[in-house]
């Protein structure tokens, strides 16, 4: 476990240390998925850096890949029911050094950019329409 991280848990108990690791896990994940590799610690670049938007958007990418049906489920538990909230996790891991911020960065970026609950159950439809059918078929 990582002791920053912990010890954001221990001053703001909100979230779960799941969610922090869950977010930096997304980060990568989304600057993977854009070709915006982590840069060498010697590259000034700005190539590595994603947007508000982008993370929100790979945040939930990879919620509904690794969780399903329950991604909702599972980020209630962790405390993260908006936009707003995955946008508190990043700038507490940015101001423990875990992750890193650009200066066009801003907590706003994260407001209220969309249902975040909706978003997790998207392409999810739960019917009973084919379990009748086949039940009158027998």
């Given at each position: 476990?990582?002791?920053?991280?912990?010890?954001?848990?221990?001053?703001?108990?909100?979230?779960?240390?799941?969610a922090?690791?869950?977010?930096?896990?997304?980060?990568?994940?989304t600057?993977?998925?854009?070709?915006?590799?982590?840069?060498?610690?010697?590259?000034?670049?700005?190539?590595?850096?994603?947007?508000?938007?982008?993370?929100?958007?790979?945040?939930?990418?990879?919620?509904?890949?690794?969780?399903?049906?329950?991604?909702?489920?599972?980020?209630?538990?962790?405390?993260?029911?908006?936009?707003?909230?995955?946008?508190?996790?990043?700038?507490?891991?940015?101001h423990?050094?875990?992750?890193?911020?650009?200066?066009?960065?801003?907590?706003?970026?994260f407001?209220?950019?969309?249902?975040?609950?909706?978003?997790?159950?998207?392409?999810?439809?739960?019917?009973?329409?084919?379990?009748?059918?086949?039940?009158g078929?027998?």
């Amino acid at each position: 476990m990582d002791p920053r991280i912990l010890e954001l848990c221990r001053e703001d108990s909100r979230f779960a240390y799941e969610a922090y690791e869950f977010v930096c896990e997304a980060v990568t994940y989304t600057q993977t998925k854009l070709g915006r590799m982590s840069p060498d610690e010697d590259d000034p670049s700005d190539d590595h850096h994603v947007s508000g938007e982008e993370l929100l958007r790979g945040t939930c990418e990879l919620a509904i890949r690794e969780f399903g049906m329950m991604a909702p489920v599972v980020f209630k538990q962790w405390g993260v029911r908006t936009t707003d909230n995955i946008g508190e996790i990043v700038f507490k891991l940015i101001h423990v050094k875990r992750l890193s911020k650009s200066d066009r960065d801003d907590p706003d970026d994260f407001h209220d950019l969309f249902d975040l609950y909706q978003a997790l159950t998207e392409g999810f439809a739960l019917t009973l329409g084919d379990a009748t059918a086949k039940r009158g078929e027998r």
